[in-house]
């Protein structure tokens, strides 16, 4: 089991930037691959970001590209998604999420994840 506690969401406007982070507990994070998605309000979930076990290779929704960047560090056992510029359509629930992912095909799908956290909510105001 993996355990999977967001924070570092809040009230922003747009433009401004916010710092997620995703600290995990239980198994060795750095087996696993680490994803963010988002889902906002009558929407379904979407792939925002994901980063290989060892950090090498970032895959992001085009939506998002240049904008945010996802990174972790395994001696702390937490992943970040930095999120610049943001707009009133980046508001959402973040997830992370953390699976053991290997293709790059597989790293935007939600299904390919097997553990969750609970969520945290982002708000761009314009």
């Known amino acids: 089991q993996v355990q999977l506690v967001e924070s570092g969401g809040g009230l922003v406007q747009a433009g401004a930037s916010l710092r997620l982070s995703c600290a995990a507990s239980?198994?060795?994070?750095?087996?696993?691959?680490m994803g963010w998605f988002r889902q906002a309000p009558g929407k379904e979930r979407e792939f925002v970001a994901a980063?290989?076990?060892?950090?090498?290779?970032?895959y992001y929704a085009d939506s998002v590209k240049g904008r945010f960047t996802i990174s972790r560090d395994n001696a702390k056992n937490t992943v970040y998604l930095q999120m610049n510029s943001l707009k009133p359509e980046d508001t959402a629930v973040y997830y992370c999420?953390?699976?053991?992912?290997?293709?790059?095909?597989?790293?935007?799908?939600?299904?390919?994840?097997?553990?969750w956290g609970q969520g945290t909510q982002g708000t761009v105001s314009s």
């Open positions: 980063i290989s076990w060892s950090g090498t290779r970032t």
């Open positions: 239980g198994r060795t994070f750095s087996n696993y691959a």
């Open positions: 999420a953390a699976g053991r992912v290997s293709y790059p095909n597989n790293y935007g799908l939600a299904s390919k994840y097997d553990y």
